[in-house]
């Protein structure tokens, strides 16, 4: 069966390609950049003796705690839902004329958008109050971690690898 391109998959690349939509997608990339470096703040200030939610889950009720955090939530899962549906796009649009090959990376496109609409969904349980508390998977962990030998330097190695990842998404996004 020849590869022809449907009425979906043209309108699909229709949006991709408008400017509103890839705006919408960078803010995601931001919201990732942001959640990044919260991440590893947190670590950093669980090592010096703050709370001890150094993880996304810690970086959302951290947020969660403060009005204005709030509306950045809400402008986190706008930002992460929105390049969560511009890879389903990408995976939508895929034009690889071999079928085995076009379905293999739809599903490579598909899978990175999962994180995103993953943590996005978690967003959005702290920006409508519902979010779980991370309190004794998180912070026991953390604390684990710390009372390790050692456990401060990985902690640290872990905030410098999540503010790393968030720069990385500056250049790439």
Same mark, same amino acid.
């Given at each position: 069966?020849?590869?022809? /391109? ?56 951290? %947020? ?6 709030? %509306? ?49 969904? /978690?967003? %959005? ?12 998977? /998180? ?12 456990? /401060? ?21």
């Amino acid at each position: 069966m020849a590869h022809g /391109t449907s009425a979906a998959e043209r309108g699909a690349g229709r949006l991709r390609q408008s400017s509103w939509f890839r705006v919408g997608a960078r803010a995601g990339f931001a919201a990732a950049v942001l959640l990044h470096i919260l991440v590893g703040g947190l670590a950093i200030s669980a090592v010096t003796g703050g709370p001890r939610e150094a993880d996304q889950s810690g970086a959302l009720a951290t %947020l969660a705690t403060n009005p204005a955090g709030v %509306l950045l939530l809400w402008g986190i899962v706008a930002g992460l839902f929105g390049v969560g549906l511009w890879q389903l796009l990408e995976a939508a649009t895929v034009t690889e004329v071999d079928p085995k090959k076009r379905w293999a990376l739809r599903l490579q496109e598909a899978s990175v958008a999962v994180p995103y609409v993953a943590v996005g969904v /978690t967003a %959005l349980r702290y920006a409508t109050g519902t979010g779980g508390s991370t309190e004794n998977s /998180t912070e026991g962990a953390t604390a684990g971690l710390m009372g390790t030998p050692l456990g /401060t330097a990985l902690l640290l190695l872990a905030a410098a690898v999540a503010i790393a990842v968030g720069i990385g998404f500056l250049y790439s996004g």
